[in-house]
């Protein structure tokens, strides 16, 4: 087939992933990655235009859009460049590789990744999202640079991998490497993050920093294990405070539940739309363990209508969970959760209409825009009644489920169904927490049903897959899937008391410890250098073999993986378990010293132990167990 400009399609349609599929009528001659692409840059003596991004990524529309389905940026790809898109979500290690040069280079990352690169992977510009404009001039200037100033790029693209390496391969920046002798996980560590949250917290609104604002589900569940062991008042007060701020704002869906990846004002009202399946999995955890300790309604609430929506719009038949919804309908943004003023009344009456406007901020000029076009996001940030549920709820439940038919028909939302182990990993564990918090036993039969989804259908000779979907898997586990479920195989063993989930879980442990813990010994001499690299060391190796340690937007598997050691020492009793961890806490002391609000999710771990937490089950306040 000839893939160039005006036909129908490019090599992109044979894939299985919704994000490449969108790409997949570009006039662009995209290949996916592999080796063919790099081949065939070797041997047209061509440079390689890396794009990557995901299916639910505005930005990622909007460059398709403007430059990939341009027939102009097209040509100049095609004559000057191999081009290759990459779905972060199926290749997380191609992802955290080149992302690591778009930070060292620009300071700042995101979607859609731009990086050009040599035909042996090496990369020499990295960038996000370009204009048109700005793509044909970068197009036009590189492929310049390439044939009249080929040795500098070359060059540049050496000196590139040297840093990445140095700062990833070996696992510490060296600022960390002085600290790896010194640093303990201890009280201090744990005192010093809660300070530091502290500064950083928005004492207006909730949350930490200035907008655009991240949930950040694991600092959250941090500062609630600090007061369960501690009875911080200040740790109470801060995330008490950022889960009603975030509950009442707009970044919550109202109407059917589930929250968006972020809010881009500081009060939580106007969120960027597209919905994650990670960061409801784990803000489903976040307020079970807030009702746990603190019995407000609103918690119980958030959790529930998480837990609806990913059952009414993520689940597969067959029990697993796709990874997330658009936040764009009809190529607008927020289209599907915008409402008129005058909307309102057509879908439940006038009779009813003025009631439910109130209790949800709605007005003739709208609060999307600042400008004021009519357009209304449902949020309670005013509504001074938001948890006092027994005397609205009925009224207000039934009003959301007519509004919830009207969206539906109103509007399309792109879902991408793809299945990931890592992030069906993090559901379980939430399902189960809704078990025990709340007793009802159709959570922990969902559980169950995601993790068997797993086991048959991203499992196989004893090995993890990254993705699955339409029955086909992709890519070898990386350490998220492993870390992620082991973790979830334990929360089921503690639930459950099966012994057969406590040894699926050592299984798969064992298979991270062999494959992905680095036993090297240090250049000093103290021992191995330590911490979990993020693929395995018999899958595809890249420029650099990154191990990734702070926390993003979901734990890093390094802090999971810390997790899981601590809990099989404490249900096997076998020594090794313990061993491990022990590394693990080295490595991990000297990041956690130098910035230890980036390893919030490993000192939950460490705020654990300290309080003598090493029973199976239970609750431990004051350094004993109940």
Not at 603 to 615: D, F
Request: glycine share 8%.
């Amino acid at each position: 087939m000839n893939h160039n400009i005006n036909h129908n399609t490019n090599r992109l349609a044979s894939e299985k992933s919704p994000y490449l599929h969108q790409h997949a009528n570009n006039p662009v001659d995209w290949f996916p990655w592999g080796e063919e692409a790099f081949e065939k840059a070797r041997r047209e003596d061509k440079p390689v235009f890396l794009s990557i991004g995901y299916s639910t990524c505005h930005w990622c529309h909007v460059m398709e859009k403007e430059s990939f389905c341009d027939s102009h940026v097209a040509e100049l790809l095609n004559t000057h460049f191999v081009s290759v898109k990459v779905d972060r979500e199926e290749r997380p290690d191609v992802d955290s590789v080149y992302m690591s040069v778009c930070q060292a280079l620009t300071g700042a990352g995101g979607w859609p990744l731009t990086i050009l690169t040599t035909p042996e992977k090496k990369p020499f510009y990295a960038g996000t999202y370009l204009s048109r404009e700005d793509m044909a001039r970068l197009i036009t200037r590189m492929n310049n640079m390439w044939r009249e100033s080929r040795r500098d790029l070359i060059e540049a693209g050496e000196e590139i991998q040297k840093h990445i390496n140095r700062n990833l391969s070996d696992g510490f920046t060296e600022p960390g490497a002085n600290l790896k002798k010194t640093a303990a996980l201890d009280g201090e560590t744990v005192l010093k993050t809660l300070e530091i949250f502290a500064v950083y917290y928005d004492e207006k609104y909730g949350g930490f920093g200035t907008a655009p604002k991240f949930p950040s589900p694991h600092n959250l569940l941090f500062l609630l294990e600090y007061d369960r062991l501690s009875g911080s008042e200040t740790a109470r007060m801060m995330v008490k405070s950022t889960l009603a701020a975030m509950y009442r704002g707009g970044i919550f869906d109202h109407i059917a539940g589930g929250f968006s990846r972020y809010s881009t004002d500081d009060k939580w009202l106007v969120p960027h739309f597209e919905k994650m399946l990670y960061d409801n999995a784990l803000l489903a955890w976040v307020y079970l363990y807030a009702y746990e300790l603190y019995g407000e309604n609103y918690c119980k609430t958030a959790a529930q209508k998480i837990f609806s929506w990913a059952f009414a719009e993520l689940q597969h038949p067959d029990g697993a969970f796709y990874c997330g919804q658009d936040a764009d309908s009809d190529g607008v943004e927020g289209k599907y959760y915008l409402f008129r003023h005058d909307e309102i009344g057509n879908v439940i009456g006038e009779d009813n209409a003025e009631r439910y406007r109130k209790y949800y901020g709605m007005t003739k000029k709208g609060n999307f825009h600042e400008g004021g076009e009519g357009e209304n996001i449902l949020n309670l940030i005013k509504n001074p009644h938001f948890n006092r549920f027994d005397e609205t709820s009925d009224f207000i439940d039934e009003c959301n489920r007519a509004m919830y038919r009207y969206r539906r028909e109103r509007a399309w939302l792109h879902t991408d169904d793809k299945v990931l182990t890592a992030w069906n990993s993090l559901m379980i564990v939430a399902l189960v927490k809704a078990y025990e918090v709340l007793g009802d036993e159709s959570y922990l039969v969902a559980a169950k049903k995601t993790e068997k989804f797993i086991s048959e259908n991203l499992s196989f000779a004893g090995r993890l897959y990254v993705r699955w979907r339409d029955g086909e898997v992709l890519g070898n586990g990386k350490l998220d899937d492993y870390a992620g479920y082991s973790l979830a195989l334990l929360h089921l063993y503690k639930a459950t008391d099966n012994p057969e989930y406590l040894n699926k879980a050592m299984h798969y442990a064992n298979v991270m410890a062999e494959r992905f813990f680095d036993y090297r010994s240090d250049n000093a001499g103290n021992g191995e250098n330590g911490g979990f690299y993020l693929y395995a060391d018999d899958d595809e190796q890249l420029i650099s073999r990154p191990k990734e340690i702070y926390d993003g937007a979901m734990p890093s598997g390094n802090s999971m993986a810390f997790m899981v050691l601590d809990k099989l020492r404490a249900y096997s009793g076998e020594a090794k378990w313990h061993e491990l961890y022990k590394k693990q806490a080295r490595f991990i002391a000297a990041y956690a010293g130098h910035y230890p609000t980036g390893c919030a999710f490993s000192l939950i771990t460490v705020l654990n132990e300290s309080a003598g937490k090493s029973c199976k089950g239970g609750r431990c306040r004051d350094g004993k167990c109940d």
